[in-house]
């Protein structure tokens, strides 16, 4: 089946302009992140959303950014007027996670990434 | 900050030639899985391995972990020209019980051929 997929994969923009990210998580994936890999930083977590839970947004670094994730599917992380060191490939993935009928949560940690959107903000 | 750190930061070996990545992480998990990334865009899960494994093969990958020492290892045997990529480690956090990883630098590979 369709992988995760991004879009778009590549962005620049100015200093100071919003931009969006778009993420299509794997289909019947209730689990999603956002992380973010600057060079010299490595790999950053940002958001979770879990199924209808309340994201995890302690990943963030600022106000600027934020994300939404509609319909339990697609995600779009926003970052608001955009700093040059928001400069990164911002990469997303999904894992299923189920809850068994005896209330045992049974889940599958392993996340599958998309190729990410390489973001330069000029 | 960075749970896991890999060892060595840089490795070039010959094709044929057996690879070893080392892992090292801070706090108690879950588990512990290693990842592949070429030419700095999406990564590929290679293998995932529990808390209470100590050892696990795919392929010609093996994994291992002690979590006494808090480490992993991931041996490539027999390594290709197509294994040249950067591996990193991811855990989780079986305090906080979140599903985010988290991740170390990385260890760039080098298959020469």
């Known amino acids: 089946g369709a992988g995760v997929s991004q879009s778009p994969s590549n962005k620049v923009t100015e200093k100071g302009k919003d931009v969006e990210l778009r993420c299509d998580p794997i289909s019947g994936h209730t689990a999603l992140y956002w992380y973010r890999q600057s060079l010299g930083q490595g790999l950053e977590f940002l958001i979770y959303f879990q199924g209808n839970s309340a994201p995890d947004k302690s990943g963030l670094p600022s106000d600027r950014f934020s994300a939404e994730r509609t319909g339990g599917s697609v995600s779009t992380l926003t970052i608001q007027r955009t700093q040059q060191e928001d400069s990164a490939v911002y990469l997303c993935?999904?894992?299923?996670?189920?809850?068994?009928?005896?209330?045992?949560?049974?889940?599958?940690?392993?996340?599958?990434f998309g190729p990410g959107t390489r973001l330069l903000v000029l | 900050s960075q749970q896991g750190e890999e060892d060595p930061q840089a490795l070039s070996i010959q094709e044929g030639e057996n690879a070893t990545m080392n892992c090292s992480y801070k706090?108690?998990?879950?588990?512990l899985q290693w990842y592949r990334q070429n030419s700095g865009r999406g990564l590929v899960h290679l293998i995932l391995?529990?808390?209470?494994?100590r050892e696990k093969h795919s392929g010609r990958l093996r994994v291992t972990l002690d979590t006494s020492k808090k480490s992993s290892s991931l041996l490539i045997t027999a390594s290709r020209a197509a294994d040249t990529a950067s591996y990193f480690c991811a855990t989780d956090d079986a305090v906080q019980g979140a599903q985010k990883l988290v991740f170390g630098q990385g260890t760039r590979l080098t298959i020469n051929p």
């Open positions: 993935a999904s894992s299923y996670r189920t809850l068994r009928t005896s209330g045992v949560p049974t889940y599958q940690e392993t996340q599958y």
């Open positions: 706090t108690s998990i879950n588990n």
């Open positions: 391995i529990r808390s209470n494994e």
